[in-house]
């Protein structure tokens, strides 16, 4: 992906409220016009995140493809420019039917139409979408009758995207980043009505998300660092790695509904339906369970971590003792 070339060409903005309060939306007649300082904030602080960043997903729907609100939506605007406005009013309108969780806030939804994404499959246009929900506090300077005064100003936060999407004009692959989604799902789920793309990135995410729940569900220290060393040696000796193979390890230190348990909590939080098939590419996964390896459990809160790349913990033992515990920890060092 790159977007060294790409542009802002259209870019509009609308008012939406929360529909289970009624607050309804204000739809803007016309697209803005654009600065080079805007459109540097615009590439830099929302297309290169979420591009690079953000997971990718495929449009979903239940009955029919072609029914997806905002798959259909963008396409006109891809296949037309000149519809840009008209459609985008209908993006927010579907926004705001979508908006009916109570933890939904009212705020802004940015809709920028960029050109010139170099991808695999070509020059391709990207349709951005931007959910503000909250606003930031942030000081500002003002001279006024010969006094520099600071001035409490509100204002969006480029830092950090809350929810935001952008959808690619060749294949209508989205890549998406949300936030605050542990308040509610609506932006994935209701909005976009999107699914998770099995890309090799998304495995090892949810591979390592499995290695990394079920080590901390082992109890005993020993266990857990016999756990991390054949995670180890199984992702440094393959080439892949499945589910189903860290699952026969899993197996050995906890009980099968446990695991069972873990994957459907991980399936459910990803959207992926998770098969032991499900294959993880190692040099991508071992960053993912890099802290089970190089992290060792003592106790319930108590872990520590070796950060020397050629040391790792060989043993580790531990007492309880009248004000605490001791621990004895074996660490070995490769030699350089």
């Known amino acids: 992906m790159d977007i060294s070339s790409a542009r802002v060409g259209k870019l ?32 830099r602080s929302y297309l290169s995140p979420v591009l690079l960043n953000g997971a990718a997903y495929d449009f979903h729907h239940d009955s029919d493809i072609s029914l997806n609100e905002v798959r ?30 109570p933890n939904v806030g009212g705020g802004e939804l940015i809709v920028v139409l960029f050109e010139d994404i170099r991808t695999d499959a070509g020059t391709e246009q990207g349709l951005g979408l931007f959910r503000i929900e909250a606003k930031d506090d942030f000081l500002d300077i003002e001279e006024k009758n010969g006094s520099i005064n600071l001035v409490e100003r509100v204002g969006i936060a480029l830092q950090k995207i809350q929810k935001g999407a952008v959808i690619l004009s060749n294949n209508g692959r989205i890549h998406a980043i949300d936030s605050l989604g542990q308040k509610t799902k609506y932006w ?7 699914v998770p793309r099995e890309t090799p990135l998304a495995c090892a995410k949810v591979v390592g998300a499995f290695i990394k729940a079920v080590s901390s569900k082992v109890a005993s220290p020993a266990n857990a660092l016999e756990f991390g060393q054949r995670i180890h040696d199984k992702i440094s000796s393959n080439e892949t790695t499945t589910i189903g193979e860290i699952r026969k390890i899993s197996s050995s ?47 319930k809160g108590i872990s520590i971590v070796i950060s020397n790349q050629d040391a790792r913990v060989s043993a580790v033992e531990v007492q309880k003792t009248k004000t605490g515990l001791r621990a004895t920890i074996e660490i070995q060092i490769a030699e350089g």
């Not at 607050?23 to 300082?37: D, H, V």
């Open 188 to 194: 994935h789920e209701t909005f976009l009505r999107a």
């Open 12 to 43: 509009i903005v609308h008012r939406i409220g929360n529909k289970i309060r009624d607050e309804g939306y204000q739809l803007s007649s016309q697209s803005m016009p654009m600065s080079s300082t805007l459109e540097d904030l615009l590439l």
């Open 253 to 299: 230190y906890l009980e099968e509904p446990e695991v069972s348990g873990i994957l459907a909590g991980i399936s459910d939080r990803v959207g992926l339906a998770i098969g032991d098939d499900l294959t993880a590419e190692a040099k991508q996964l071992s960053r993912y369970a890099r802290d089970v390896i190089r992290k060792s459990h003592i106790s």
């Open 72 to 101: 259909h939506f963008s396409r006109l605007i891809f296949s037309d420019g000149s519809t840009f406005t008209d459609n985008s009013k209908s993006i927010a309108k579907h926004l705001y039917s979508s908006s009916t969780h």
